[in-house]
């Protein structure tokens, strides 16, 4: 029963002091505590999934193994200028993990997958009634949920198998999108969490953002306008990135907002 780390000590390493210490805080009462990366952000076989990956339950461990011990690398190239396209892997493969493969990452993608079931049950009791057909739809079970006398119950494990599976996918999408590095020379450091890729939404358009602290120096920002379809099949760094790396700076001002939007 190995420890696994859901957010690797190789990531959390950047944000430790000098001797190694991160300064951790708890978010709902702002209690400060001092911690080791090697005592946080770690599951008893996190990287496991037999029940519903029984074909290979190790999937999980395999994929961040292709992405954990280039790290430093990767970060190494993007404090250096502009990273190779295998460093730019690298960097869209982990946070590709970090933004769907943390427990709470889970917790979110279950109760999303709730409601979408919820609705769709409603929707398909409507259209039986309207047009009929789907003689095994379980109505009155439905219109119990409805009333809510009973419930039902995403498993957590179930919604990170499917985020399993479609890792690569994820992390090939973000390979091809626009970046934007962001230099951080104010007084206050970027800081991360044990769920550390936040998004935010840019008004009523269709667009998001992709945050995630590299070091208490950098942060990524990843916009999506490219859709996986349209990126190939392969996952490769012999086909050149199609996406932009642009280098821009934060004022103290700025950077209080984003810290809000982050957190």
């Known amino acids: 029963?190995?420890?696994?780390?859901?957010?690797?000590?190789t990531y959390l390493k950047h944000f430790a002091d000098p001797s190694g210490v991160l300064h951790g805080y708890r978010k709902p009462d702002g209690f400060a505590f001092p911690a080791s990366p090697r005592d946080v952000c770690a599951e008893w076989d996190d990287d496991l999934n037999p029940e519903?990956?029984?074909?290979?339950?190790?999937?999980?461990?395999?994929?961040?193994?292709?992405?954990?011990?280039?790290?430093?690398?990767?970060v190494s190239g993007l404090q250096q200028g502009t990273p190779s396209d295998e460093e730019r892997l690298i960097l869209a493969g982990y946070m590709a993990n970090l933004m769907n493969c943390t427990p709470t990452a889970k917790r979110i993608f279950v109760t999303m997958?709730?409601?979408?079931v919820k609705r769709y049950l409603s929707f398909a009791k409507k259209m039986k009634e309207k047009h009929g057909g789907l003689p095994d739809l379980p109505v009155e079970a439905i219109e119990m949920m409805e009333r809510g006398e009973i419930?039902?119950?995403?498993?957590?494990?179930?919604?990170?198998?499917m985020a399993?599976?479609?890792?690569?996918?994820?992390?090939?999408?973000?390979?091809?999108?626009?970046?934007?590095?962001?230099?951080?020379?104010?007084?206050?450091p970027f800081l991360t969490s044990?769920?550390?890729?936040?998004?935010?939404?840019?008004g009523l358009t269709d667009l998001l953002i992709r945050f995630l602290p590299v070091?208490?120096?950098?942060?990524?920002?990843?916009?999506?306008?490219?859709?996986?379809?349209?990126?190939?099949?392969?996952?490769?760094?012999?086909?050149?990135s199609l996406g932009t790396i642009r280098r821009?700076?934060?004022?103290?001002?700025?950077?209080?907002?984003?810290k809000f939007i982050t957190l």
């Open 164 to 188: 399993t599976r479609n890792l690569l996918d994820i992390a090939w999408t973000m390979y091809h999108q626009d970046w934007d590095v962001i230099e951080n020379d104010t007084d206050l």
């Open 151 to 161: 419930s039902f119950a995403t498993h957590p494990d179930f919604v990170k198998a």
């Open 1 to 9: 029963m190995p420890r696994d780390h859901f957010v690797a000590r």
């Open 215 to 240: 070091t208490p120096r950098l942060c990524l920002s990843v916009m999506y306008h490219r859709e996986t379809e349209d990126l190939g099949e392969s996952v490769s760094t012999k086909q050149p």
């Open 113 to 116: 997958h709730n409601y979408q």
């Open 52 to 74: 519903f990956l029984p074909n290979d339950p190790a999937l999980l461990g395999r994929l961040r193994k292709l992405f954990e011990p280039n790290w430093n690398r990767a």
């Open 248 to 258: 821009v700076g934060t004022t103290r001002a700025s950077h209080l907002e984003l």
């Open 194 to 202: 044990d769920n550390p890729v936040p998004v935010l939404a840019l």
